[in-house]
């Protein structure tokens, strides 16, 4: 048994880059699962691997080692607090934040902490925290801390946040725990986060680094559909490069890893008109490909909805989409891509139909989203990979869409 093969499926599965884990990470997970399931033979232990959701996440959780403490980076939850300090006034407004990955809860506790003592109520919170282990969730959700949770010596906040419970354990408040929602989710699944979940503030922070560089620009655009249009994006120190290299500017908050989208340039008179979509170009019979990469938790492999599916009906009814946003009816095609992809699944093909119709008409922020899912499931899809560029172009992000172009022209070398 290759094995590469376990590797390739923690990379599809959860985007961890092997290299970026240490030698040997990989190899010693698969060996102490196979103890632990009692097999000794590599190949074995793969079926049952593909067979068993359960042993997909044992596999998961023996790489997920998570190294997190409460106010880790303490100058970006001061950042925090002070950045949002004038909403406070508005007794009205809720403040949404996000932490990714939340591992056993110190990030997303630490914000809730951070901004009570800054005289947010707990009302006013709202505290997302995503994960993809099961385990560092439940621990989460316990709220029960020692020792190595607690770090540095200003520790004030655990007399006024935490209670004791002997043997060096200590109970997070009722107080602080409401503010925040424990979600487990893969940011890698297509579903990750609805497109109207929008965010003051996103904390995700060192884990990019474990990513490949398609990767990482697949990551900080789904990171970007959940900001809020002045919204902060916090990262780890190690990521500051790549969030620069992606078009975004400093925040401009000493120590913090803080960063915001760069503000559009003001249009000039006779400047070119914002991008949108071009006549819709003949779509292509779906080429063959492996099933759509599992989201949350990978199923295991079998034929998928496609497969069973007669390619020219879908092509089709794509067909009949792509006549009606030619003549104009917009919204009628769009119903009809939302209902195909209800139907049979994602599709390359059909995400990047309903990315030009968006873009057609006018809602660039959907299309993105659109040719992005396209991608997650074809990498080699050359025209979203082209009309992303475009967009990207269009707001500014001229990095983002190099990165797009250069990916695009590595496909088609390859199709040469």
């Known amino acids: 048994m290759d094995a590469g093969a376990f590797e390739r499926w923690l990379k599809t599965t959860m985007g961890l880059d092997a290299s ?12 102490g699962r196979m103890r632990a399931t009692g097999l000794s033979d590599a190949g074995a232990y793969w079926r049952r691997l593909l067979a068993q959701p359960l042993e997909q996440q044992e596999l998961i959780e023996a790489v997920v080692v998570p190294e997190t403490w409460f106010f880790r980076g303490v100058e970006a939850f001061d950042a925090l607090a002070r950045a949002f300090a004038p909403l406070r006034e508005d007794g009205a407004r809720t403040l949404r934040l996000l932490s990714l990955p939340c591992s056993t809860g110190e990030e997303p506790y630490t914000l809730a902490m951070a901004l009570l003592d800054a005289g947010w109520t707990p009302q006013r919170l709202r505290i997302d925290a995503y994960d993809i282990s099961e385990r560092a969730l439940a621990k989460a959700g316990h709220a029960v801390y020692g020792a190595n949770s607690f770090r540095g010596r200003e520790l004030a906040y655990r007399d006024r946040h935490f209670r004791a419970l002997g043997h060096g354990r200590w109970q997070l408040s009722a107080q602080v725990r409401q503010c925040v929602r424990l979600h487990r ?8 986060l609805p497109a109207q979940a929008t ?31 002045d919204g902060l994006l916090f990262v780890g120190a190690a990521e500051t490069g790549l969030l620069l290299s992606l078009g975004y500017a400093s925040a401009q908050m000493p120590m913090a890893a803080a960063f915001r989208r760069q503000r559009s340039a003001p249009v000039t008179p006779g400047a070119p008109e914002p991008w949108r979509a071009p006549a819709l170009a ?3 019979a779906p080429p063959a490909r492996p099933a759509a990469r599992p989201a949350v938790r990978p199923a295991p492999t079998s034929p998928t909805a496609a497969t069973n599916t007669n390619t020219a009906t879908l092509t089709a009814t794509l067909e009949q989409a792509r006549r009606l ?3 104009g009816a917009f919204e009628q095609a ?7 992809l209800r139907a049979h699944g994602p599709s390359a093909e059909a995400l990047y139909l309903s990315g030009l119709i968006h873009g057609a008409t006018g809602d660039d ?3 993105e989203d659109a040719f992005r899912k396209a991608l997650y499931l074809q990498p080699d899809h050359t025209e979203s990979l082209m009309h992303l560029a475009l967009l990207l172009d269009a707001k500014g992000d001229a990095a983002g869409a190099r990165l797009m172009r250069q990916r ?9």
Do not use: K, M, W
Request: proline content about 4%.
């Open 199 to 229: 965010y003051d503030a996103v904390f995700c922070r060192n884990l990019l680094i474990y990513f490949d560089p398609d990767t990482q620009v697949r990551t900080v655009g789904v990171l970007a559909r959940t900001l809020a249009e």
């Open 408 to 416: 695009a022209s590595r496909h088609r070398g390859r199709s040469a």
């Open 282 to 284: 003949p779509l292509r």
């Open 365 to 367: 922020a959907r299309a």
């Open 325 to 327: 946003a030619d003549n």
């Open 20 to 31: 970026s884990v240490g030698p040997g990470v990989v190899a010693r997970a698969v060996a």
């Open 334 to 340: 769009a119903d009809i891509c939302q209902a195909h």
């Open 185 to 192: 989710a893969n940011v890698l699944a297509l579903d990750f």
